[in-house]
């Protein structure tokens, strides 16, 4: 050393900048920005010095990592505290990291009151917390505080609940927490009534539906259709009935706004009956249906075309299929679209047809009026045929026409291609003719053709009965022989011994005169 002196020589000597390396972590924001603000660890500092750091540096993907090296960028020193000054300093060189942290979301599950605690993943409504527009789904289940109706209530069980991959990658988050909001369960109703004039739909008349298993509500009210008549309405929210606790169920989880309410305004079922007389036909005619059952108040309807019987014969309450009958329009109201005859009593009841019976025979001497006289009815129907038998009594027994039979006695209608049972005997009438003479007698020949009263014998006189009788008939020649003399011409009648001339007559009897030979 004593050779040696650093006196005059040149000495120079550098203080290098000290390189920092600088780290943090920040939550997944779905980008690759490294900011100042996140790296708030600056290594290799001298002392208690401290240094500021601007700018942003770079990662090399978004996602969620550990020490992930970030890439400087713009990121710069500045001055700090304690003596720190940024050029005594470097970056570069610097180990620089970032850990990316999964962000933690709560999401929120939205679903109608169903009665149970079960809160779905497929019941997701939203996340708080989602980044850069990215989504995500939710799977599993977990369970709520309640299972009743309200706004946030609590997942207290996140049980099963997973994110799932969307646009964004499930591991660049966490599942914080959930609530779910549940609303009221949605009832559709149907209902129905029979016709009845008036635009009510009772509560009474309608069932709720989309009830949670084993639940029930009361309802009540009135409900109104847009019209009283016949048809299938929609009745919005079921305006007019109010739902109740029931067996199970509580109103306040349930609503009825938002349903589907559907009414349905039946037809009234109408039945008609009536009478008639027989007439041989299956026919079941409109005029004969009359009365008209079930209709509304004081409404009323037409009825046109046939209905059919199973037979023509009387009988009590008979059914009438339908064939082409029909309603229509009638007044008060009453529309033919608002009734039907489907499904309806409908019954004539077929009664038996009276019958007028004109009997008649030659004058006999006696009020009897025997069936076997009969002459015609009145009202047979159809071309049909019957016979009379037994026997009445006349109200005198003289010649006469329509001589009341006063009493029937007897006398009762017979089958013939009718049957009886079908007609009534409701009077008889007898015709008496007159009672047709007979008469013979005989001469000696005389040379003329004279046949005097004297010599003539009137016959078929009614027993205890006698006639006088006068004047001459002719014989059609004067010469012994034997006669047919016509209508006994020449020869009159009077009253006799109990018997009366108007009761009889001569014109087509057998008169029969001969001359004998001298």
């Known amino acids: 050393a004593s050779n040696y002196t650093l006196t005059g020589g040149t000495h120079n000597f550098t203080v290098n900048r000290r390189v920092v390396g600088v780290s943090g972590t920040r939550l997944y924001d779905a980008t690759t920005n490294a900011v100042a603000s996140d790296l708030s660890t600056h290594a290799n500092l001298v002392g208690s010095q401290t240094l500021t750091l601007s700018g942003t540096g770079t990662l090399s993907n978004a996602n969620v990592g550990n020490n992930k090296t970030v890439t400087l960028n713009t990121l710069a020193l500045g001055n700090g505290s304690n003596g720190g000054l940024a050029a005594n300093y470097t970056l570069t060189g610097g180990t620089h990291q970032l850990t990316v942290n999964q962000r933690p979301l709560n999401a929120t599950l939205a679903r109608q009151y169903d009665g149970t605690t079960n809160a779905a993943g497929s019941d997701l ?10 989504t995500l789904t939710l799977s599993g289940s977990g369970t709520a505080a309640n299972d009743n109706v309200a706004n946030g209530i609590s997942v207290s069980s996140l049980g099963s609940l997973a994110l799932v991959n969307g646009t964004g990658l499930a591991s660049n988050y966490s599942l914080n927490s959930a609530a779910i909001n549940i609303t009221q369960r949605v009832l559709n109703s149907s209902g129905s009534k029979t016709y009845d004039a008036n635009t009510n739909a009772l509560a009474g008349a309608i069932t709720l539906s989309n009830l949670v298993s084993g ?16 048809g299938s309405y929609t009745i919005s929210n079921l305006s007019g009935i109010s739902i109740a606790d029931g067996s199970g169920g509580a109103a306040s989880n349930y609503t009825l706004t938002g349903g589907t309410h559907n009414f349905t305004v039946n037809r009234r079922v109408v039945g008609v009956s009536g009478t008639r007389l027989y007439d041989a036909t299956t026919n079941a005619v409109a005029s004969d249906l009359s009365t008209h059952a079930n209709l509304v108040g004081s409404q009323t309807l037409t009825l046109s075309g046939t209905g059919t019987l199973s037979n023509a014969n009387v009988g009590n309450n008979k059914t009438v299929t339908l064939n082409t009958l029909a309603l229509g329009n009638g007044s008060n109201g009453g529309l033919a ?28 001497g ?53 049957l009886a049972s079908n007609y009534s005997l409701n009077s008889a009438a007898i015709n008496i003719t007159q009672r047709v003479l007979n008469s013979s007698g005989s001469k000696t020949y005389d040379a003329n053709t004279n046949a005097l009263a004297g010599a003539i014998t009137l016959s078929n006189l009614v027993s205890g009965e006698a006639l006088n009788h006068s004047g001459t008939a002719t014989t059609s020649s004067a010469n012994a022989g034997s006669y047919t003399i016509s209508n006994l011409s020449g020869i009159s009648i009077a009253d006799g011994s ?21």
């Open 498 to 518: 109990g018997g009366a001339a108007s009761n009889y007559t001569l014109t087509g009897g057998t008169h029969n005169f001969t001359v004998n030979r001298r």
């Open 125 to 134: 409504s939203s996340f708080d917390a989602l980044q850069g527009g990215e």
């Open 337 to 364: 679209a608002n009734y039907t005859l489907t499904g309806g009593t409908h019954q004539l009841t077929v009664n038996q047809r009276p019958l007028n019976a004109t009997l008649a025979r030659q004058y006999d």
């Open 366 to 418: 006696t009020t009897n009026a025997a069936g076997s006289d009969l002459s015609s009815f009145d009202a047979l129907q159809g071309g049909e045929t019957l016979t009379l038998s037994g026997s009445g009594t006349a109200a005198n027994d003289n010649v006469a026409n329509g001589i009341s039979v006063s009493s029937l006695g007897s006398l009762a209608l017979v089958n013939g291609t009718g």
């Open 215 to 230: 639940e029930a509500l009361n309802h009540s009210g009135t409900a109104t259709t847009s019209s009283a008549n016949a």
